[in-house]
């Protein structure tokens, strides 16, 4: 059996469209309305919930905690404050990427990692030496994300700190109607958005306050499929969508490094020591040989593709997460793991992997989109990653 | 006798089948001769008990040849593999460790017993999966023999040798310890949990007068690790109808292609003229000639029983005598009134429709061959468990149920021997042992058969009643299969031609050595 979060009871209640999907073994919700098309709007407009609570959640706690973590992680956790958090790739000795999520220090000698797969062999095995305890609290602590532009203004009624202060990617204890919980400014949809870790037990307590506060507002329980249109404009990767995981490829042209994930700014080279450095730093000398890129379809090359067989274009309006090829000088050069039709920008965007000289921004492929039963190559374009970057993400 | 052949096939287990199929396919005239009634060797299904099929010996299906299905059309003779979904592992306190099919079903469990093991378990997997697939090639290959400089063995040898440079440091170095160490050390490198360790550690000890802490037999674990379902490794499947209806499947395919099939047809001997082989003679007297004769039985029988030593140099036959067979597994097969209620986990379930492994430990298994080892049998068996009318209702009853037990160790060479009697004492070692973890198991057993490593001799003529034909430990595999130099299928004798899992790549219901076998015999510009 699959697992149910402790927002099941209100969720399940809520799932009008009766799909649910897997995620990390939990039944979460796909939409809670028979399209997701409301729910993603929430996001962009007023304010989405999400049930994120298949997360994995680690507290690393201890007077090395800090070293463990920057011998794992390739960003620089020690210079992290206190109520900082980090998003960070890890590595394994290749410096190919195991795995990413985001480090927050709770205090000088505690952090939570946060990741899409189980870290705690990794992190155990490489905890020798240190003075550092691994706890894994996935199952004690869950989360909900709070998403969208009305996501301080709901939040800030319940909670006993003043979250004007609280800047992007920092983190605050603050109780929400008398119940602890943890504030970050993080997310997964590149939006002004907060995530809320709590006790597994005042999980029912905490969604019913936020659907109080927040439906004036217009809050929204939102599903993955929302969540999906939303990362992908936002550049955000996906594990096992968009890169292969280290542990887990079967070939090496499977793995892939940081700065082929375009995250070689959370690597931080001067630092004394971290796994996969060596490795990382010949590369950053002799640059990746492919870069993860956002790719942006023309619109006319598009629609005189379906025009020629006689129909309007027809868009992704749910995010496809399959490997579909790009092309230059009529030759494969790259592939695209995730893309949709973002119905905010009014364009059919995709995240892509392209050897480096094909990377530039501007630079013209082609990529393959099927037509009535044909494969057909559209005209596309590489374009600057994020897609949609608001100025209330960071304000 | 008016028909003239091509090829004689002695034996028709599935190996021989197999062969006989391939031959045929040539265009070969083949004549299988059968010593039983029924054709399949160790792979037959028999209503035992009325109403109850039992796949008496041999039960799963797993490292039948993809190629080989393809190849003969198998589903189209009647093939059909149910999946296995699990594997229930038992725990005297109470508890159980359970296997199964679903990734996040399976990580679940395992998290249960240990966070870490539940990690590993995925990594393990990929490394295994690579591992079957840098061994695989060699099941398909007639072994290239490394003495030899001849240009044909020393381009095999480099072949190989280039798929090996290929894995890559880290996969070497895992092949190399999947090579030599025991399955017990080879575990504890990955899993803490005792009972994974146990039940992954069962796989290498199937078939063998071995324990689990014997070197060597991690790479009996790879062996089982290697069966294919549909181009995925290490699914394991129930043939519907039972391991019969996977003979008679190649039979039919073999007999669609021209090849005869004839029962009850013992042969005693081998003809051999001038070192040549020229046919076989019947024990009704009957001779039956043929350019090319290939034995599906086991190297010990083929040579000593069939050819004699008189025909054959006295290094080949000192050899044989080495090759060693040492049988050790048994069944016991129930017909059951009711299903077995298991007190870690009770009711039906899921759980039932999978293996059930009484093997809890490490330490359970290697004391159950410490037993073994002086000559006794084990009073605390380890068992591979199916429950066939769970997944093909058709084996038994509606209602009813058969249970497969496969157990270990019943050592061949039983200090003071076997007897009625002490065929029995197993049988109620095995249900004494079980019932401890079922125990409503007695009182729902309507019929029990027994069968240990001497019945599976007398019955099927396999020496000492090895289930694969020969031990599948190192010393006895790939180029020394089942003698060094003689592991391409041919033999001493002109025309004579093995084609049964005592040559490579061993045993299991594989069917590659009778494929091997033909293929080679094929090239050679045979019959």
Known sequence: MLKQTPFHPRTAALCQSHAWRRWAGFVVASSYALSHEREYHAIRGAAALFDVSPLHKYLVRGRDAARLLDQVATHDVSRAQIGQALYSPWCDVRGKVLDDGTIARLDETTFRLTSAEPNLRWLQDNAHGFEARIEDVSAATTALALQGPNARAILQQLSDRDLGGLKYFRVTEARLRGIPVTISRTGYTGDLGYEIWLDAADALAVWDALIEAGTPYGITPAGILALDVARIEAGLMLLDVDYVPANRTLVDSQTSSPFELDLGWAVKLDKAHFIGKQALAAEARSGPAWRFVGIQVEWNSFERLFAGVGLAPRVPTAAWRTSVPLYAGGEQVGYATSGVWSPLLKQYIALAHVPSRWSAPGTALEMEVTVEHRRQRTAARVVKKPFFDPERKRA | ?527
């Not at chain 2, 058969?449 to 001799?457: C, G, M, R, S």
Request: aromatic residues 8%; neutral net charge; charged residues 20%.
């Open chain 2, 1 to 527: 006798m008016p028909a003239s052949y091509d090829a004689i096939v002695i034996g028709g287990g599935h190996n021989g089948l197999v062969a006989a199929a391939y031959l045929a396919r040539a265009g070969k005239r083949v004549v299988v001769l059968e010593r039983r009634e029924r054709v399949g060797g160790a792979a037959f299904s028999e209503q035992v008990f009325p109403g109850f099929t039992f796949s008496v010996f041999s039960y799963v299906v797993s490292l039948l040849r993809p190629e080989i299905i393809r190849d003969l059309d198998l589903p189209r003779h009647g093939l059909h593999v149910l999946p296995l979904e699990s594997t229930l592992t038992p725990l005297p306190n109470g508890d159980y460790l359970a296997q199964w099919n679903d990734h996040d079903q399976n990580r679940r469990e395992l998290a249960r017993h240990s966070l870490r093991d539940a990690e590993a378990y995925d990594e393990f997997g990929r490394l295994m999966h690579q591992m079957s697939r840098a061994v695989k090639p060699f099941l398909g290959m007639a072994p290239p023999d490394p003495g030899s400089f001849a240009p044909r063995e020393l381009a095999a040898l480099g072949r190989l040798g280039r798929q090996l440079r290929g894995l890559g440091r880290d996969q070497f170095h895992a092949l190399h310890k999947l090579l030599t160490m025991s399955a017990a050390d080879y575990l504890d490198e990955w899993f803490e949990t005792e009972a994974l360790k146990a039940t992954k550690s069962a796989s290498g000890i199937i078939g063998t007068l071995q324990g689990p802490r014997s070197p060597g037999t991690a790479y009996v674990l790879l062996h089982h690790y290697m069966g294919e379902l549909d181009g995925v490794f290490r699914a394991w499947g129930f043939a519907k109808g039972g391991n019969g209806s996977v003979s008679a499947a190649i039979a039919g395919a073999a007999r669609a292609l021209g090849a005869e099939i004839r029962t009850e047809a013992p042969v005693t001997n081998v003809l051999v003229e001038n070192g040549r082989a020229t046919g076989v003679a019947l024990a009704s007297g009957e001779e039956i000639r043929a350019q090319r004769v290939l034995s599906n039985a086991d190297p010990r029988r083929t040579f000593f029983d069939l050819v004699g030593e008189k025909h054959l140099p006295a290094e080949f036959t000192d050899a044989i005598r080495k090759f060693r067979f040492r049988g050790a597994s048994a069944k016991v097969n129930l017909a059951l009134d009711a299903l077995p209620n298991f007190t870690c986990l009770p009711g039906p379930g899921a759980h039932l429709r999978g293996a059930i492994s009484i093997g809890p430990s490490v330490d359970y298994l290697e004391r159950a061959y410490d037993e073994a080892k002086y000559g006794e049998f084990s009073r605390r068996p380890y068992m591979d468990i199916v429950i066939p009318s769970m997944i093909d209702p058709g084996m038994a009853p509606p209602g009813k149920h058969v249970m497969s037990i496969f157990a270990q160790y019943a050592p061949y060479h039983l200090n003071g021997g076997w007897t009625d009697a002490r065929r029995e004492a197993f049988g109620d070692a095995v249900i004494d042992t079980l019932a401890e973890y079922a125990p409503n198991l007695k009182s729902a057993i309507l019929h029990r058969q027994v069968v240990v490593p001497p019945d599976i001799e007398r019955t099927l003529g396999i020496t000492e009643g090895s289930i694969f034909h020969g031990e599948l430990s190192l010393q006895q595999m790939f180029f020394l299969r089942p003698v060094p130099e003689w592991a391409k299928y041919r033999t001493p004798i002109h025309g004579l031609w093995q084609c049964g899992a005592g040559t490579h790549p061993g045993g299991g219901v594989m069917g590659a050595a009778g494929r091997l076998a033909a293929l080679e015999l094929l090239k050679a510009g045979g019959a």
